[in-house]
């Protein structure tokens, strides 16, 4: 049995990028910036697009589901 591993690679493919670290310090840095100094309104207009979008890229099913939850038996009516 051999002792020797210099034919092993045993470099780790999930090791952290230290360019993509500072690049992901630096998004969160700027959008934990961008939250404290928006308006209140923006932001709630930020978070009715980002829902409206999440909505429609559901199925038709999942959509009805949603709905019956939130209005019941009535559910088979849509208003």
Do not use: F, K
Request: net charge negative; proline share 3%.
């Amino acid at each position: 049995m051999s002792t020797t591993y210099w034919e092993d690679d045993i470099t780790d493919d999930h090791e952290p990028d230290p360019g993509q670290d500072r690049r992901d310090m630096i998004v969160n840095t700027l959008g934990e910036y961008r939250l404290n100094v928006m308006a209140v309104s923006e932001m709630l207009a930020m978070c009715s697009a980002y829902l409206h979008d999440d909505l429609e890229s559901r199925s038709t099913d999942e959509l009805e589901g949603l709905y019956a939850q939130l209005v019941g038996n009535e559910s088979q009516e849509v208003h």
